[in-house]
């Protein structure tokens, strides 16, 4: 009977099909409507509660775990629900009668649904209670520098400011030690993710997480091996330069083979560009000056001055923006995040802004993702689409923004350095390849491979350390300032690592992309050169970038690559960018030893 039925309805869905497309379209759209209805309220209830753990952790307080669990088990049931999967299931079969448009929800809707089968309630249940507790002990943790708490940005001062070494590795030290509180949590976690996506069909949670590209693991690895070779030559001068500037820097006659992670100015070795000092140009201390509210009134300016709509009140109330004071009482996420809350007009940022350059980066990366938010707000993109071309564009944005802020005629115009000022052109974009160069051995390689282990090879938990490092030397050249045992889990200290799982590549595809919008936008649109562009007041500029933002995710991002820059993916707007730098450095590096191979040799093994 149950066959015949089955058996029946296919029948009549036959008959519709091959009459009437839009009677299938009709049905699709009422389930797509209905699902959203149902989804937004459940959506907007998690990221309250996420919003809360993350902006007020105490101490053995356990009301903010227990609401983040109730919402997103309520969230997860729903988006994993068997009827939903297997609605959007039924629907897909008739691709062919459906727009685009619908098709595109339904595959989010069944994307969103591997993620939280509800034929594994047991195991999703688990994971979110073990990532509710993993952020909780990441930014709960209290790090301690001479017996004393510090936050992270104090030990980012010292790394980006010490010449003493013994300070800077006491610094270094204190900010892994929370590596070792997480790794238990993060074995679970990998054990967790992995089921969960298992359940309804995925090899591991990392080919889950990159099939939001529409690509293979071995197509997004060949990518990020991609990226790495063709900066490596520039890499690798970089790198020769950084050990013999700053062996010089700290005052020590030998030269070390590969760069001790205590030396570099960030506790991650991603961003090294605060070696560079432009004469002329004192970022920091005109920050310092301005003050911490300065830089993101001045990132919203910049938006508004090319077309861009004031940011809602209810942004202003609602963020949070600056760290907390040490008496407070209780700890907030100090990584910087923008949130869609309720996937309409409730967007905030979370950010620990003081002023610096680097925070100046971050505010113009952070709005990105807000004025993204609000672009592709509107009738046209239904909710479930509401979301990145893919998630490397909703990174690039912002990053663009940023990397535009930074350059000297935009400088100028703000009055933030002289009109007339001669600076060393080559130290800017030594300082900027310091930055976007250095990033890609980190995000396309370390980040990305280690999480490719994690999750698709299984890596066993004693053995976490010990590959982050082979990695760490193998991309980067970056070694520890001692042995590290597999008491250590410094891969765990990345946040990423914990709460935003298996898409660092995301970073390092935004840095290519960005390039070449920004390649885009200052030679045909700008008509300036692009290392010296001002964006500030162009409303064609902002029509460009407005032109991508609201489309969301209704079109494919390659198409949209091509349609806005008339381009596929690839770095040669960024290596053109820094070809210049080339020149600079091999003269720089002449007599010294280059410890990096020439050529980038892949042994995954
Ligand atoms: O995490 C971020 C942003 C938040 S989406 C601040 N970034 C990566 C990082 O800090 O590791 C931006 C660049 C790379
Ligand atoms: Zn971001």
Not at 118 to 127: D, N, S
Not at 273 to 288: K, N
Not at 425 to 436: R, S, V
Not at 538 to 566: H, M, N, P, V, Y
Request: glycine letters at 6%; charged letters at 25%; hydrophobic letters at 40%.
């Amino acid at each position: 009977m149950k066959k015949l039925l089955t058996l029946l309805t296919g029948c009549c869905l036959l008959l519709a099909c091959s009459q009437d497309p839009k009677a299938v379209q009709q049905q699709a759209q009422q389930f797509i409507d209905e699902y959203t209805q149902q989804l937004l309220p459940l959506y907007y209830e998690s990221a309250l509660a996420e919003w809360d753990a993350n902006t007020h952790i105490v101490e053995g307080d356990t009301t903010n775990a227990h609401r983040v669990k109730v919402a997103n088990e309520a969230l997860a049931a729903f988006t994993g629900s068997e009827e939903n999967i297997e609605q959007a299931r039924k629907w897909l079969e008739q691709k062919a009668q459906l727009t685009p448009l619908q098709l595109r929800q339904l595959e989010a809707i069944l994307y969103e649904a591997a993620n939280n089968p509800a034929t594994v309630p047991e195991l999703v249940k688990a994971r979110i209670a073990a990532e509710a507790a993993q952020t909780e002990k990441l930014f709960g943790f209290d790090f301690q520098l001479d017996g004393q708490s510090v936050s992270t940005n104090e030990l980012d001062a010292i790394l980006k400011e010490s010449t003493d070494l013994d300070e800077r590795l006491r610094a270094w030290n204190a900010s892994k030690e929370v590596g070792k509180e997480l790794k238990d949590g993060l074995s679970e976690l990998q054990r967790l993710r992995n089921q969960t996506v298992q359940a309804l069909g995925y090899d591991d949670y990392f080919t889950y997480q990159v099939s939001d590209y529409g690509m293979s693991v071995e197509e997004m690895l060949d990518a990020c091996r991609g990226m790495m070779q063709d900066i490596w030559p520039l890499y690798r001068e970089l790198h020769t330069y950084a050990r013999y500037e700053l062996a010089q820097k700290y005052g020590l006659d030998e030269v070390p083979d590969m760069l001790p992670a205590h030396w570099l100015p960030n506790r991650w070795g991603q961003d090294w560009s605060a070696l560079v000092e432009v004469q002329g140009i004192d970022l920091d201390g005109i920050l310092e000056e301005k003050g911490a509210p300065w830089l993101v009134e001045q990132a919203e300016r910049f938006y508004v001055s090319m077309g861009f709509e004031e940011l809602p009140r209810s942004f202003w109330e609602k963020s949070s923006l600056y760290p907390l004071p040490p008496d407070a009482g209780y700890k907030k996420n100090n990584h910087a995040s923008a949130w869609h809350m309720d996937l309409q007009d409730d967007v905030r940022c979370l950010m620990s802004v003081v002023p610096t350059a680097e925070w100046y980066e971050t505010t113009h990366h952070e709005l990105g993702h807000i004025y993204y938010y609000i672009a592709y707000s509107t009738p046209e993109v239904p909710p479930l689409l509401r979301a990145g071309a893919n998630r490397a564009y909703h990174e690039a944005i912002g990053s663009q923004l940023g990397l535009a802020a930074m350059q000297k005629p935009f400088l100028a115009q703000l009055e933030l350095i002289p009109p007339d000022l001669q600076t060393d052109e080559t130290q800017k974009l030594l300082q900027e390849a310091l930055n976007y160069i250095v990033f890609i051995p980190w995000g396309a390689g370390v980040m990305t491979f280690f999480e490719h282990d994690l999750y698709k090879e299984n890596l066993p938990p004693d053995a976490y350390n010990q590959r982050w490092w082979e990695l760490k030397k193998q991309f980067q050249g970056i070694v520890p300032p001692a042995e590290r045992g597999n008491e250590y889990c410094d891969a765990a200290t990345k946040t990423h690592i914990n709460n935003d799982a298996a898409q660092y590549y995301d970073y390092a595809l935004s840095y290519v992309l960005l390039f070449q919008f920004h390649d885009h936008v200052a030679r045909n649109i700008l008509k300036q050169d692009p290392r010296a562009t001002n964006y500030y007041g162009s409303k064609a500029t902002g029509e460009f970038l407005q032109g991508i933002l609201s489309k969301g995710a209704t079109e494919d991002w390659r198409q949209l690559l091509k349609e806005s820059t008339g381009e596929d993916l690839n770095a040669k707007a960024m290596l053109n960018y820094f070809m210049p730098l080339m020149e600079f450095l091999k003269e720089a590096n002449q007599g010294r030893t280059h410890t990096l191979p020439e050529t980038l040799v892949f042994d995954e093994s």
